[in-house]
T-cell receptor, first 114, second 116 residues
């Protein structure tokens, strides 16, 4: 079974400041890792995903995440946030074999302050 | 192109009633997923279809929940004898092949179900 922990339920940050949203996972099998974003009144949108290869993954809107196998983490970062980045961010995993479903964390609400 | 659509966007019902939630996946996507998102939680997997068949229904909470996809496109999630605890946003996603994490899941806007 897989589980995902997002310790920070809310992260306020000033505009143009850097941000890191933390994600740790637990799994008995090898997994793929994802970050999804949910803007107000919109569906979940894929930001980025780690499948294999380089542990630093670049996504849309200037976000990037780094896979750390020893720490079972996949933290999301952005060097300079904009007001438009205000949203809910979800970390998720899926098993590399077998079931295709995603296991999500509880989400982190990023609020960018002008 | 058109994304995943879900109808209705909001559904209010009374305890004990039957409800149906509809999902229209992206055209050509063979895989379809249902998730449930309760307040303050992340989405929770319910069921996954590959074509017309339910390949994994391990997330359905009990036998009051049932889903179909008779022609391999539109899917309907059916909830019998609704309970207040069923109140949540029900999300649908589709992907091209359904072959693990290499295949991106695209989500619809969800149906917000409220059971009074």
């Amino acid at each position: 079974a897989q589980s995902v922990t997002q310790l920070d339920s809310q992260v306020p940050v000033f505009e143009e400041a850097p941000v890191e949203l933390r994600c740790n996972y637990s799994s008995s099998v090898s997994v793929y890792l994802f970050w999804y974003v949910q803007y107000p009144n919109q569906g979940l949108q894929l930001l980025l995903k780690y499948l294999s290869g380089s542990t630093l993954v670049k996504g849309i809107n200037g976000f990037e995440a780094e896979f750390n196998k020893s720490q079972t983490s996949f933290h999301l970062r952005k060097p300079s946030v904009h007001i438009s980045d205000t949203a809910e961010y979800f970390c998720a995993v899926s098993a590399r074999t077998g079931a295709n479903n995603l296991f999500f964390g509880t989400g982190t609400r990023l609020t960018v302050i002008p | 192109g058109a994304g995943v659509s879900q109808t209705p966007s909001n559904k209010v019902t009374e305890k004990g009633k039957y409800v149906e939630l509809r999902c229209d996946p992206i055209s050509g996507h063979t895989a379809l997923y249902w998730y449930r998102q309760s307040l303050g939680q992340g989405p929770e997997f319910l069921i996954y279809f590959q074509g017309t068949g339910a390949a994994d229904d391990s997330g359905l909470p009990n036998d009051r929940f049932f889903a179909v996809r008779p022609e391999g496109s539109v899917s309907t999630l059916k909830i019998q004898r609704t309970e207040r605890g069923d109140s949540a946003v029900y999300l649908c996603a589709s992907s091209l092949r359904g072959t693990g994490g290499t295949d991106t899941q695209y989500f619809g806007p969800g149906t917000r179900l409220t059971v009074l």
